[in-house]
């Protein structure tokens, strides 16, 4: 037993939140346990974090994240993730279709980005660069450009394009499962 009057406190509050917590969970089950008849595991439902009980409140819900609202950095990062991962699987031999769509997807970003001064610069940044998407190489050099755009505006380091398959690859998944299939015959009457 500590001997320190917060520790102490701390422990105290902790036993009457347990005690609290296993006397509600006999009124209300938890709705993830799949037999109400069978035992189940005692998961408080809150705990408090002291060095005797070093889990921390909330971490089941935000793996890998400091808690809080989403920052426009954090947004940004998984955003580009997602764009430059996108462009590594998008097909050397893209449909139609899929030249449109990453079109109106640009586009759909520009008026909905989360961030309007984000969304309103990155208007500006496809008025003025056009996507660029009749094949793998095409598209993922031109986003790579963009990013660069939006990156020389914030002051940041232009990334080397001739590098972007290297850092951008294609995402793991078995027998390329995940990879978007283009056409090897192209109907796309020249249309970029
Ligand atoms: C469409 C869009 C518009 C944005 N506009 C703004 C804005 O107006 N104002 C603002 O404050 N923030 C904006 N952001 C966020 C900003 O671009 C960054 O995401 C954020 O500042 C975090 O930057 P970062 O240094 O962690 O790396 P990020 O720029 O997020 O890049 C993530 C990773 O991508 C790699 N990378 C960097 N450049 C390139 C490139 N050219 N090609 C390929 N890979 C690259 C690097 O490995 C880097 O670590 C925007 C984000 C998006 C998606």
């Given at each position: 037993?500590?001997?320190?009057?917060?520790?102490?406190?701390?422990e105290?509050?902790?036993?009457?939140?347990?005690?609290?917590?296993?006397?509600?969970?006999?009124?209300?089950p938890?709705?993830?346990?799949?037999?109400?008849s069978?035992?189940?595991?005692?998961?408080?439902?809150l705990?408090?974090?002291t060095?005797?009980?070093?889990?921390?409140?909330?971490?089941?819900?935000?793996?890998?994240k400091?808690?809080?609202?989403?920052?426009?950095?954090e947004?940004?990062r998984?955003?580009?993730?997602?764009?430059?991962?996108l462009?590594a699987?998008?097909?050397?031999?893209?449909t139609?279709?899929?030249?449109?769509?990453?079109k109106?997807?640009?586009?759909i970003?520009?008026r909905?980005?989360p961030?309007?001064?984000?969304?309103?610069?990155?208007k500006?940044?496809?008025?003025?660069?056009?996507?660029?998407?009749?094949?793998?190489?095409?598209?993922s050099?031109?986003?790579?450009?963009?990013?660069?755009?939006?990156n020389?505006?914030l002051?940041?380091?232009?990334?080397?394009?001739?590098?972007?398959?290297?850092?951008?690859?294609?995402l793991?998944?078995?027998?390329?499962?995940?990879?978007?299939?283009?056409?090897?015959m192209?109907?796309?009457?020249?249309?970029?």
């Amino acid at each position: 037993m500590s001997e320190n009057p917060v520790q102490l406190l701390l422990e105290g509050v902790g036993r009457v939140s347990e005690c609290i917590q296993t006397n509600l969970s006999r009124f209300f089950p938890r709705l993830d346990d799949p037999s109400p008849s069978q035992p189940r595991n005692k998961t408080p439902l809150l705990t408090l974090s002291t060095p005797n009980h070093p889990r921390k409140p909330a971490e089941f819900l935000n793996k890998g994240k400091s808690s809080g609202p989403t920052t426009k950095e954090e947004l940004g990062r998984a955003t580009w993730t997602f764009l430059h991962t996108l462009a590594a699987q998008y097909p050397d031999k893209p449909t139609r279709q899929q030249k449109k769509d990453v079109k109106e997807l640009m586009e759909i970003l520009s008026r909905m980005y989360p961030c309007k001064e984000c969304a309103d610069h990155f208007k500006e940044v496809i008025r003025a660069n056009p996507v660029v998407a009749g094949s793998h190489d095409e598209f993922s050099q031109w986003l790579c450009y963009a990013h660069n755009v939006v990156n020389r505006s914030l002051g940041k380091v232009v990334f080397p394009c001739e590098r972007v398959d290297a850092r951008w690859g294609k995402l793991e998944c078995e027998q390329r499962a995940c990879d978007l299939q283009g056409t090897t015959m192209d109907f796309s009457n020249g249309a970029k």
